[in-house]
C-alpha cells in the first residue's frame, strides 16, 4: 500500500483501546503516515471513562492547521468531538480544505454508556460534517440518533444510509453489531451502489475501539489508494483479526489490539 498522510481529529483514550491510540496503531499498522488533532482527553481504561476534558475549540482548530499548512493529508479521519464549540470549530477547517476527503465516525456513547458527545452537537454533526464526508461510518445507535429511524435489519439500515446519502454524504457504512443474531451485517451505501459486507460474530471482550479501529484502517486504505469498497473490506479485516488475536487486558472490555 502506498503509505498516506492521515491526519486523525479525534478524543484520547488514556486506556489505549479506542480514540485516538487505537487510529494511531491502526494507521501504523496499514503503513501509513500518522498525524492527530486532539479533540478531547479522557480518563478511561476497559471498566469505563471517568472524566472528560474537551480541548479549546480554537486549539483543536490550530492543531489541524499546523498539520495541514506543513505536512499536508491525503485523508482526515474525525472521530470523538465533544461539544458544538469544538464540532464547529473543526467543521470550519474542514470545509476550508474541501478537497480533503474525510471519514466521519460520529462518536455518541462509549459501549461502557459514557456520553462521550453533548447530544445537543447531534444537529450541527448532521448539518455541518455529515453533508461532504467521503464516508460516514455510524454504528446503529448512532444512525438512529443521526436519522430519527429505528432500525431492526439491514433493510431499515439501507434506509437510514439513505437517508444521511439525502443530507449530503458520499457514501455511508452503516455497522450492524448492535442487531442481534449470530451473522453481522454491514451496509455500505454509495451514490452508484449498495453493497453488504456479512461475517460471523466473534464473541469477545475485545471490542472496545472496534469503529475507531474501523474507520482509521478504511481511512488509510482510502489514503494508500484502495477504492471505498477494498478499503472497507481490508479495514473489516483488519479488525476482525485483531479481535481474534487480542490477549483481553484489564477487568473489563479491552480494544482489539490490546497485548500484555
Ligand atoms: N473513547 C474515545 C476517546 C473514543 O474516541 C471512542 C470511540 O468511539 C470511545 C472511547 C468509544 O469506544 P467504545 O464505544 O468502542 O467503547
Redesign the pocket.
Known sequence: MKPGRVLIV????SGGG??IQADLKTVVAFGGFGMTAIT?L?A?NTLG?SGIVPVPPDFVALQMQCVLDDLGADVIKI??LPDTAVMGAVAEIITAHSEIPYVL?P?MV???GAS?MNPSARALLLNALVPGAALVTPNIPEAEALTGLTIRDPGGMKKAAETLLEVGAHAVLIKGGHLDGQLLTDVLLTREACFAFESERIISRA??????TLSSGIATALAGGYTLVEAVSLARRFVRGAIMAASPLGGG?AGPMAHE
Not at 207 to 212: D, M, Q, S, Y
Request: hydrophobic residues 35%.
Open positions: 479525534a478524543g484520547s483514550d479506542a480514540g478531547a479522557t478511561q471513562v472521530g470523538m465516525d462518536v462509549a459501549s461502557s462521550l471490542t472496545h475501539g472496534t469503529g475507531c472490555v
